[in-house]
């Protein structure tokens, strides 16, 4: 069965400094991945989005992530974090249009000053 | 383009109660998904309607929780009666045919007495 797993529930990260928040998944085939964020008191809004083709994706606000089926794995990555990051970000996974997305279960981004 | 609605954004009821949240997709999506959040289960599928037809109920969720979609721009969900245990954000998202990447609203936290 598919799976998402973030094995990190926190992170704690000083602004400005770089950013890896980790997502493992499962499945035998060609995956679709998403990277979603969610701010206190809001939805979750769409990060950026891998759909097979380049394993490094780019996403909003200096956001990437790169797909390793190696690895199968699908991290986050941000070169300088900024306060404004601090919120839970979510990894998910689909197999493609007629299917669910398989959620993941979300990791705290702290950032201290 | 207006993102999702949803309404109300806090509602508190007794236990017992009946409660109906209300959710408006993008226009012109036709996936519609309701989940719950909360901090120990994470995100859940409660229901997902494709063209308003309904594609997945949510299992565990079936006997007091029920998703409808009206038509193609409003859906409702109603929890009948309500239990403590229902206390969460109740989250609406869409998308359109094909597409994977869901749109998600700003929530409705419910409270239950």
């Known amino acids: 069965a598919q799976s998402v797993t973030q094995p990190d529930a926190r992170v704690t990260v000083s602004e400005g400094a770089s950013l890896q928040l980790r997502c493992k998944y499962s499945y035998f085939g060609t995956p679709y991945l998403f990277w979603y964020v969610q701010y206190p008191r809001q939805g979750l809004q769409l990060l950026l989005k891998?759909?097979?083709?380049d394993p490094v994706v780019q996403g909003v606000n200096g956001f990437e992530a790169e797909f390793s089926k190696s690895n199968s794995s699908f991290h986050l990555r941000k070169a300088s974090v900024h306060w404004s990051d601090w919120a839970v970000y979510f990894c998910a996974v689909s197999m493609g249009s007629n299917y669910q997305l398989i959620w993941g279960s979300g990791t705290k981004l702290i950032i201290k000053p | 383009d207006a993102g999702v609605t949803q309404t109300p954004r806090h509602e508190v009821a007794e236990k017992g109660q009946t409660i109906i949240l209300k959710c408006e997709p993008v226009?012109?999506?036709?996936?519609l998904f309701w989940y719950r959040q909360t901090k120990i289960q994470g995100l859940e599928l409660l229901s997902y309607f494709r063209s308003k037809s309904l594609m997945e109920d949510g299992g565990a969720f079936k006997d007091r929780f029920k998703a409808e979609m009206l038509n193609s721009s409003f859906s409702t969900l109603k929890i009948q009666p309500t239990e403590p245990k229902d206390s969460a954000v109740y989250l609406c998202?869409?998308?359109?045919?094909?597409?994977?990447?869901?749109?998600f609203g700003p929530g409705t936290r419910l409270t239950v007495l």
């Open positions: 226009s012109g999506h036709n996936d």
């Open positions: 891998y759909y097979p083709g």
């Open positions: 998202a869409s998308s359109s045919g094909g597409a994977l990447e869901q749109y």
